[in-house]
């Protein structure tokens, strides 16, 4: 006879368990616990510790030494005449210039200032509108139109509106920077709004959630991927009209911003002044983006089970 | 009786109705296992009980304060911890705010998940967001808990070890379940009452006790499981032509 079965007549406790597995009565708490915990375990994936990457920062700076080597090689063969395409070293030795008489720092503070301020105000103003556009059906379907449209046309458009109506005044630079960022932040959030699976409406609904309530707390939260990258959007509308509009715009009180700047090389008909303000404004973006923009976008999408998988 | 259906209708639009004449009462405590082909409205029936929809004919008997509702997917929400996701609904039901954690870290050992209460639905197992959807539910302290094919993604092992842990909760806290199912043996693991619904329209056909004796004797579970099946298929056969 094979062994098992004489083993298993001799105990009943283990009897008593293959019982319990086939019928209804149930398996003891303890061993219910025990049993969960190892399928917890097996089931759960070990925790995987992140290391620093050095390719997230060496490849980046390996393909900005590439392209500059490429323009310093362009410049070195003299196919254009050296004060139409300056060199690197000729635009660094300005930017040093400028960094000396203080008006580098001047043009990146106040034009980072007015971006900052203009964004943070566009926010402020197209939360609610955009919260409200996409819960209420029929202010959607009459605006909805409306808002993407203003999301195509360039905010530039506005700045001869905004000069005549402002003059040559910061509420000129900030006017046209609301008119960029607002409708971009608005169509951000009600797409990101659009991209919530139906089903945590219905939760939220089960769960006896108020308008408010669905709206604050699953709504907002859900649609937070989408939102973000409206924003993104939105500091990016903020960032373009503000240099459009200080490019135009300029005497009267406005400050010196890198569109100034940009504007005054244009009338020195001096290229390195040109290229200097344009790296600058470049170089905010990028600043901006990688400090601000992309640790919490990859906190957001880590914390959310969305990262794995992506070449970020 | 907290649920009593009488004569409940439904139909979408001019189509065909999804529930025709639903004739049910369910009492306080019981659990009922709601068993039918795929198709014929048991989600539909059980979202009028939750009042997530409406009956176009009929009358129906429910608990004032509502039900709650467990789904087929865990629908956990992945920006909030598994305790926090407990929490949104013990804060939705007005539960104050320094009460909240220690009900829900309860609620969480209930379900023997007492550890996991800081990690995020996609670092659970498909079973254990399922157990951390069965907290929330519970946490919204409803007499009636209604379930929709809640275990019907899982794996077997994951689903049998549930079954043991759905029943012991049932026992502890005293709720009324309704259990949607396709699955017979699932429907005779669980439930004290098996009612058939039939396909197209639905309608309560048949019903079944599940005594004491089931309970312990898996031949006899297995003959009922048997015979529940074939009045199963023999409904599907109808609608074959």
């Given at each position: 006879m094979p062994n098992s079965q004489t083993r298993l007549a001799d105990a009943p406790a283990a009897a008593q368990k293959v019982h319990a597995a086939l019928t209804r009565?149930?398996?003891?708490p303890a061993d219910l616990r025990e049993l969960e915990a190892g399928l917890d375990s097996l089931q759960s994936d070990a925790v995987r510790r992140a290391r620093i990457d050095w390719s997230r920062i060496l490849l980046p700076v390996a393909a900005l030494a590439v392209l500059i080597l490429a323009w310093q090689v362009y410049v070195w063969l003299g196919i254009k005449r050296r004060d139409l395409v300056p060199g690197p070293l000729d635009v660094i030795g300005q930017l040093g210039t400028l960094a000396g008489e203080g008006r580098l720092q001047e043009a990146v503070w106040t034009s980072l200032q007015r971006g900052v301020a203009g964004f943070l105000i566009s926010v402020v103003i197209a939360t609610p509108v955009g919260l409200l556009l996409a819960q209420v059906a029929p202010l959607r379907r009459a605006f909805g139109p409306l808002i993407s449209g203003l999301q195509v046309l360039?905010?530039?458009?506005?700045v001869p509106a905004a000069i005549i109506w402002?003059?040559?005044?910061?509420a000129t630079v900030y006017f046209v920077v609301l008119m960029g960022a607002i409708p971009s932040i608005i169509n951000g959030l009600i797409s990101g709004i659009d991209q919530i699976p139906p089903q945590y409406r219905r939760v939220g609904a089960v769960l006896g959630a108020s308008r408010l309530q669905l709206a604050l707390q699953i709504v907002l939260p859900a649609a937070l991927p989408g939102y973000l990258s409206g924003l993104k959007q939105g500091w990016a509308f903020s960032w373009r009209s503000l240099m459009a509009a200080e490019i135009i715009t300029v005497g009267g009180s406005m400050g010196f911003g890198l569109g100034s700047m940009l504007n005054q090389g244009r009338d020195l008909a001096d290229m390195t002044i040109v290229l200097a303000a344009i790296l600058l404004i470049l170089g905010v973006g990028i600043l901006v983006e990688l400090l601000v923009f992309a640790p919490v976008e990859k906190r957001l999408l880590r914390r959310r089970g969305l990262l794995a998988g992506s070449t970020r | 009786m907290p649920v009593v259906l009488e004569n409940l209708g439904k139909r979408f639009g001019d189509g065909a109705p999804v529930l025709d004449g639903v004739n049910a009462s369910i009492g306080r405590g019981e659990f009922v296992a709601l068993l039918g082909a795929s198709g014929c409205g048991k989600s539909t029936l059980l979202n009028i009980i939750a009042g997530l929809e409406a009956p176009t004919s009929g009358a129906l008997e429910v608990p004032s304060d509502g039900a709650a509702f467990m789904f087929q997917d865990a629908a956990l929400f992945p920006w909030l911890t598994a305790r926090e996701n407990v929490e949104l609904a013990l804060k939705l039901r007005g539960v104050g705010k320094a009460e909240r954690r220690t009900q829900a870290e309860a609620l969480l050992d209930l379900v023997h998940l007492g550890g996991a209460g800081e990690k995020r639905p996609h670092e659970l197992s498909g079973g254990m967001r399922q157990r951390v959807a069965l907290a929330r539910s519970l946490a919204q302290d409803r007499q009636l808990l209604l379930m929709d094919e809640?275990?019907?993604?899982?794996?077997a092992i994951t689903r049998d070890l549930l079954h043991d842990e759905l029943e012991r909760i049932w026992k502890e806290t005293g709720r009324t379940i309704v259990f949607v199912t396709h699955n017979v043996r699932e429907a005779v693991r669980l439930g004290q009452r098996v009612l058939l619904l039939s396909s197209r329209?639905?309608?309560?056909v048949e019903e079944w006790h599940v005594t004491e004796d089931h309970r312990t004797d898996a031949g006899l579970a297995g003959h009922l499981t048997g015979i529940i099946t074939a009045r199963l298929r023999e409904e599907i056969r109808r609608h074959a032509k």
């Open positions: 009565s149930s398996t003891s360039p905010s530039v458009a506005w402002f003059g040559l005044s910061d | 809640p275990f019907a993604a899982l794996d329209p639905g309608r309560v």
